[in-house]
């Protein structure tokens, strides 16, 4: 995974230096002398803003960053640059107390309206922070029976007002209004980031994947199993690797008009990759399966669709399959391309690695996977999970009401082998500190925190 930590590095280092840094150059240059006093705080500002822009620029999701550090990641970056921004913005606002009635207006609103949003966010949006609070989490559950996720995402989008407010902010200021290399840069890259959010809008509305619910069926408590057909020119041109993830949407049901992202139970990357679950057959190609828990208002009214609703899918994401493919090409070197997987996940968190083991199992690599359930009802698929393993001699599946202790890991480590871990956050911590002090290097470890 050496790949991955140093692609998160160049990716935090242009997100905090890079990005700020001509605007910081071409502030510096032309600010008049008499206010050479005043040039850190205006700096901190200005770093603020273009934090601020580069989140919103991430939170478009651009498919490149996801294939180099990782969607999950990514999100990370993009919240805590918007926070260190606002944060930053404060400070600047410290600083520069002594602004005209308009100057001072526009700054306060802008970053007051950063703030709420913020606030909002980390408790409806950030999973992170109420997965470890459980009181908030708590609060979460009890408001979202008034305020649904949707409407979340539309008060997210506030942000967008509160950057158009900055704008104003900035070009009201008359000493910083006369040095135009900056306003040009300033104005080029705000005017590029929206034509950007704004395309990513249309794109997704009219380039999504086309496809149906062929069914919507319970296999555990509080979990459904989802299919979805692709209609059309979908259905010839999608691929998606095994441990991906997509993004759904329902245009014709209320409330589930916005984006969703789940990881798909199954693949299809034109190989010979089996499906435990699905005996529903697309010509050649299988319908996309998941396997979701009903955790929100979405989650739940997942289970009364009926068949035939129309869905919409932005192509898949997720870096599970290229984790495996880099070990691969660094093996051909040791004349062993097959890497052997010790697949750990708990709970629903389960659903991307059944897509892994099912679709490398034909490769005939080793493959150990242990699958972990607080009770013998929350296990998903158990019976065609043990069946698969039965089947094939080359993989091994466990199943355990216990946690991933060092008990049941130690069995699991070999020579080798990289692993992939799936699950919630605590799990994931205790799973990476037991591999680690069993020797286990850092770069053969990789999850995807599907909390911001």
Known sequence: MKHINISITLAWAVA???????????????????????????????????????????????????????????????????????????????????????????????????????????????????????????????????????????????????????????????????????????????????????????????????????????????????????????????????????????????????????????????GDGANVQSNVQQGNRPPMTFAIRADGDFTTRLATLKPNTAVNIVPPYGRYSEFIREHDERGRGTGDAATPLVLVGGGIGITPLIGVLTGYAGSGRSIDFLYTARSERDFIYRQELVAFGERNSNVHVRLSTHRPDEQLLAPMIRPGAIYLVAGPHAMLVAVRRILLARGVDVNDIYYEPFSM
């Open 16 to 270: 905090l230096f890079v990005v700020p840094l001509p605007f910081l150059v071409t502030l510096a240059t032309g600010l008049p002398s008499l206010y050479s006093n005043e040039l850190f705080g205006i700096e901190l500002g200005v770093v603020a803003y273009t934090w601020m822009l580069a989140s919103v620029y991430l939170a478009c999701r651009p498919r490149w960053v996801d294939r180099t550090v990782g969607l999950p990641h990514m999100y990370m970056i993009h919240g805590i640059l918007a926070v260190s921004a606002i944060v930053v913005a404060f400070i600047h606002q410290s600083l520069l107390p002594g602004a005209g009635a308009l100057i001072g207006l526009t700054g306060h609103v802008g970053l007051y309206l950063f703030i709420a949003v913020a606030a909002w966010s980390m408790v409806f949006l950030a999973g992170w922070l109420t997965s470890r609070v459980a009181w908030l989490a708590r609060v979460k559950r009890t408001l979202e029976r008034v305020f649904r996720h949707e409407m979340s995402v539309w008060l997210h989008r506030l942000n967008l007002l509160g950057i158009a407010i900055i704008v104003i902010h900035v070009h009201v200021i008359d000493y910083i209004a006369a040095i135009k290399p900056f306003i040009f840069l300033f104005d080029a890259a705000t005017i590029a980031m929206f034509a950007y959010y704004l395309w990513n809008v249309i794109s997704r509305r009219f380039y999504a994947l086309r496809g149906h619910v062929v069914s919507a069926r319970p296999i555990a408590d509080r979990v459904t199993e989802l299919t979805v057909g692709l209609d059309g020119e979908s259905a010839r041109n999608v691929r998606w690797n095994p441990g991906d993830f997509a993004f759904i949407a329902f245009p014709g049901e209320r409330g589930m008009h916005e984006y969703h992202p789940f990881s798909l139970t199954n693949s299809y990357s034109g």
